[in-house]
T-cell receptor, first 117, second 116 residues
Framework: AQKITQTQPGMFVQEKEAVTLDCTYD???????LFWYKQPSSGEMIFLIY??????QNATEGRYSLNFQKARKSANLVISASQLGDSAMYFC??????????????FGKGTKLSVKP | DVKVTQSSRYLVKRTGEKVFLECVQD?????MFWYRQDPGLGLRLIYF???????EKGDIPEGYSVSREKKERFSLILESASTNQTSMYLC???????????????FGPGTRLTVL
C-alpha cells in the first residue's frame, strides 16, 4: 500500500532562516509523483512544488526546493529565508494508484510550521 | 486561473439532516475529488469521479454518496448527518490528460461542517 509519513507535527523557525520539513514515502510503483502543499489558517490548499520519480534533478520553485533521495524514499521540503507568511500547515502528498491515471493524492498528516520574528 | 468553488465556507446542520455540499470547477477537468480533513489525520479521500456519472469510492465512503450530473459539478451528500461527520471538506479537480506525468490537483476553499 502507498503511504506518506511526516514525522514532525510542529516546527519552529526563526525568520530569515532555512527550514527542512521531512517526508518519507512508501510505494511499489516504479513511476510516481510527489507534491507539497501549503495550507494557511484560511484553509485553502496551495500547491508549492512537484517532483517526478524519474526527474534527474531536485525540483525548485523560488524559495522552495525539494530534497529528493529516491533510494531512501524521502522527499523533504526546504524553505529558504523563511518569512512570517510561511507560517502554515504543510502537507506532503503522493500520486496514488486509484484507477491508474486518475491521479488521486495520498496525503501525510502534515507539519505545522511557525515562523518566529 | 483555475477556479474551484464550494457552495459554503461554513455550515451548521442537525443530526439526521440530509446535507449537500456542492463543488464547481471552471477548467473542464475530467477528475474531481472529495476529501475530508481532520486534525492529526491529514486529508482522506471520500469519493472521486473521473467522468460524468462515474464515481469511485475512496478510503472513507461510509455515510456519504456523490453525484456528478455535469462535468463541472461534483456534489457530496450526507444522507443522514451524524456528529462524527463534523469536519472540513475539501473538493479538488485535476486534468485527466492521459499519459501526463504531472497533473496538479486544484483545491476549493473548503467547507467547515458542524453537525449538532
Amino acid at each position: 500500500a502507498q503511504k506518506i509519513t511526516q514525522t514532525q507535527p510542529g516546527m519552529f523557525v526563526q525568520e530569515k532562516e532555512a527550514v527542512t520539513l521531512d517526508c518519507t514515502y512508501d510505494t511499489s510503483d516504479p513511476s510516481y509523483g510527489l507534491f507539497w502543499y501549503k495550507q494557511p489558517s484560511s484553509g485553502e490548499m496551495i500547491f508549492l512544488i512537484y517532483q517526478g520519480s524519474y526527474d534527474q534533478q531536485n525540483a525548485t520553485e523560488g524559495r522552495y526546493s525539494l530534497n529528493f533521495q529516491k533510494a531512501r524514499k524521502s522527499a523533504n521540503l526546504v524553505i529558504s529565508a523563511s518569512q512570517l507568511g510561511d507560517s502554515a500547515m504543510y502537507f506532503c502528498a503522493m500520486r496514488g494508484s486509484y484507477g491508474g491515471s486518475q491521479g488521486n493524492l495520498i496525503f501525510g498528516k502534515g507539519t505545522k510550521l511557525s515562523v518566529k520574528p | 486561473d483555475v477556479k474551484v468553488t464550494q457552495s459554503s465556507r461554513y455550515l451548521v446542520k442537525r443530526t439526521g439532516e440530509k446535507v449537500f455540499l456542492e463543488c464547481v470547477q471552471d477548467m473542464d477537468h475530467e477528475n474531481m475529488f472529495w476529501y475530508r480533513q481532520d486534525p492529526g489525520l491529514g486529508l482522506r479521500l471520500i469519493y472521486f469521479s473521473y467522468d460524468v456519472k462515474m464515481k469511485e469510492k475512496g478510503d472513507i465512503p461510509e455515510g456519504y454518496s456523490v453525484s456528478r450530473e455535469k462535468k463541472e459539478r461534483f456534489s457530496l451528500i450526507l444522507e443522514s448527518a451524524s456528529t462524527n461527520q463534523t469536519s472540513m471538506y475539501l473538493c479538488a479537480s485535476r486534468d485527466g490528460l492521459a499519459g501526463a506525468s504531472y497533473n496538479e490537483q486544484f483545491f476549493g476553499p473548503g467547507t467547515r461542517l458542524t453537525v449538532l
